[in-house]
């Protein structure tokens, strides 16, 4: 399963220049957790994180421009941090799985002369098999839609690339790329592409190419993000009947999930809810019923009634509940889940429980989700460990900053001792120093 080893963003929001985990640059740092949740007070900016990511989920999909005006988000200039006038930049550092080397997508992005958003610089690039130290090799790199691609999943003749300007020279490039001998083994496949629409991902279009595996790989695991925007309103609609294999963000298909399961994994379906209602107090059995008119109820049984009840008048608690372990059992889960606040309308002793769930899920053998979580409530930070916890704060300049909680030497100790680091952040021994 991919992981996300490392995260930065710049210029979005709140986040002036943060970064999260391991980058190329930085291999001295520890990458990310297969459980990492961010806390910090309101305000801080962790709901603009949790967006970073959809953002640029939205941006493989429909494209920057219009990613920058969907939900809510209100377009490019009010999405870049304020008083700057640099791009809005992402960086990615991740790893198809354990044993691969590590690829690194950036992408740049502002505002033409027309005000108009458009992806500015593109690149995805991975250290050669075998190679310790050097520039990785960059087998995308795109300038304002237009530059080259090695075709295949080896490497190609390494040009010279302006770091400093963040800019690609194509004349360079070609002329790197016609000069010079092959080393034994090394692709001659090279492309230069010019994409008709400079507001869309060249990942999105050369990831559709077969020649492109590894631009196709990447592409697939940012599709393959699920963020949540679960509603327990969403979930007690009465959606038409037909099973559906994977949840969705909102939530709605709850019933639609159910009845996929009870079709096509039956035996394993009834032990998840087995696990599921001994973790929701008071339910005993639950499954789904099809209407006259072809609509689906889902049904709560509750031990201590005859009759069941249906989602419509379950408990905002109950149902996020289950939706969330409905989501951790999904068969072919995705590779990358992102949760904001799972805390909302739940009882403070679920919640430890809850985030044991989530850590058995994306530590577990079967290679289960990388897990993302933003959190404000000390009893789900409780069950967390420092290595999971990272603290976003308001800087000096109003700008956000982030740290990891383990960094903090007094904190792990203490934590070592037995003191809940929920707890702790409570007494503001988590604060900056």
Not at 308 to 319: K, N
Request: charged share 30%.
């Amino acid at each position: 399963m991919a992981k996300i080893d490392g995260f930065r963003v710049k210029n979005f929001g709140a986040l002036r220049d943060i970064t999260l985990g391991r980058l190329w640059k930085l291999q001295k740092a520890k990458p990310l957790s297969a459980m990492t949740s961010v806390i910090g007070k309101n305000g801080v900016g962790k709901s603009t994180l949790f967006d970073a990511f959809g953002f640029l989920a939205d941006s493989l999909k429909f494209g920057v421009e219009e990613a920058c005006d969907r939900s809510g988000r209100g377009g490019f200039e009010r999405l870049r941090s304020q008083g700057i006038e640099e791009p809005i930049e992402f960086e990615v550092y991740y790893k198809e799985d354990g044993k691969s080397r590590p690829i690194t997508y950036e992408l740049s992005i502002d505002i033409d002369r027309s005000g108009r958003p458009f992806v500015l610089y593109e690149r995805l690039r991975q250290r050669r098999k075998g190679q310790k130290r050097g520039w990785p090799f960059s087998f995308l790199i795109l300038n304002n839609g237009r530059g080259v691609v090695w075709k295949g999943d080896t490497e190609g003749k390494q040009v010279h690339e302006d770091e400093g300007a963040g800019r690609l020279n194509i004349q360079q490039l070609l002329d790197g790329l016609k000069s010079g001998p092959k080393a034994a083994g090394e692709s001659a496949e090279t492309e230069l592409v010019e994409l008709e629409d400079n507001k869309k991902l060249g990942i999105t279009t050369l990831g559709a190419l077969k020649q492109h595996p590894r631009i196709a790989a990447f592409r697939r695991f940012i599709e393959g993000w699920y963020l949540s925007y679960f509603t327990p309103d969403a979930a007690r609609s009465l959606p038409l009947a037909g099973p559906q294999k994977h949840l969705n963000v909102h939530g709605d298909n709850l019933g639609n999930v159910v009845q996929f399961m009870e079709r096509e994994h039956q035996a394993e379906f009834h032990r998840v809810l087995k696990r599921i209602g001994a973790k929701i107090p008071g339910i005993d059995k639950i499954d789904s019923e099809k209407t006259a008119d072809g609509r689906l109820l889902l049904r709560f049984n509750d031990n201590a009634f005859k009759d069941p009840f249906f989602a419509q008048q379950m408990s905002d608690g109950t149902l996020k509940v289950f939706a969330y372990l409905l989501l951790l059992e999904d068969p072919t889960p995705p590779p990358f889940v992102c949760i904001e606040e799972p805390e909302n309308g739940l009882y403070h002793k679920l919640l430890e429980t809850l985030a044991d769930e989530f850590r058995e899920h994306a530590t577990g053998r079967k290679g289960g989700s990388q897990i993302f979580i933003t959190t404000h409530q000390p009893y789900f930070v409780d069950a967390l460990s420092p290595e999971e916890t990272w603290i976003l704060e308001k800087g000096d300049d109003g700008f956000s900053c982030i740290r990891r909680a383990s960094d903090d030497e007094v904190v792990v100790n203490m934590v070592g001792e037995g003191l809940p680091l929920g707890g702790l952040w409570y007494s503001d021994y988590l604060d900056a120093r």
